[in-house]
């Protein structure tokens, strides 16, 4: 697994675009003048397979203020009466890589595995229901520390095929 893992990082550093998550209220979009109101998009961060990786490059100095969000997070798991926040918990694990990232960042990796089927993982909207009148103050200190946002990866099981020219054994 760690191999797995270490595997999809590298990848990942390498070749993916990061995009920072925002709380809910932050991520509706201003409808242009004079055009009717349509629904709020929901914007969220929806994994489609059953496992999924969240990779988070933070600054070094930030350090302390991620780690303070994650345990923000993990009591919002405990704490929540929503049954999908409390089945999102129990697959979340969060790790810190023993490398440097990206620039000397310090790179988290939450892992889910299983993922829940169409649920947010979203920060901003598991800590503003667990945190409605500290939300604000959590939020800065997650975006402070972050170097570029997290890259969300779906991952699928490899089924490893007979190498070509082998034949199969029945």
Request: glycine residues 8%; neutral net charge.
């Amino acid at each position: 697994m760690r191999t797995l893992v270490t595997t999809v990082i590298a990848a990942a550093l390498t070749g993916l675009s990061v995009h920072a998550q925002q709380p809910a209220s932050a991520a509706q979009a201003t409808p242009a003048a004079g055009a009717p109101n349509p629904a709020a998009p929901t914007v969220g961060r929806v994994f489609t397979a059953g496992t999924g990786l969240i990779l988070n490059t933070v600054r070094p100095d930030r350090v302390v203020d991620f780690e303070m969000v994650v345990a923000y997070l993990q009591s919002a798991f405990e704490t929540s009466t929503d049954p999908m926040v409390r089945a999102q918990g129990r697959g979340w694990r969060i790790y810190k890589a023993a490398e440097p990232g990206p620039n000397a960042t310090v790179l988290y990796v939450f892992l889910i595995d299983p993922t829940v089927a169409n649920a947010d993982y979203g920060l901003g909207r598991i800590l503003s229901d667990a945190y409605p009148d500290r939300v604000q103050d959590i939020w800065k200190l997650y975006t402070g520390a972050l170097a570029g946002g997290g890259s969300l990866l779906n991952l699928t099981p490899v089924r490893p095929q007979a190498p070509p020219g082998l034949a199969s054994t029945p």
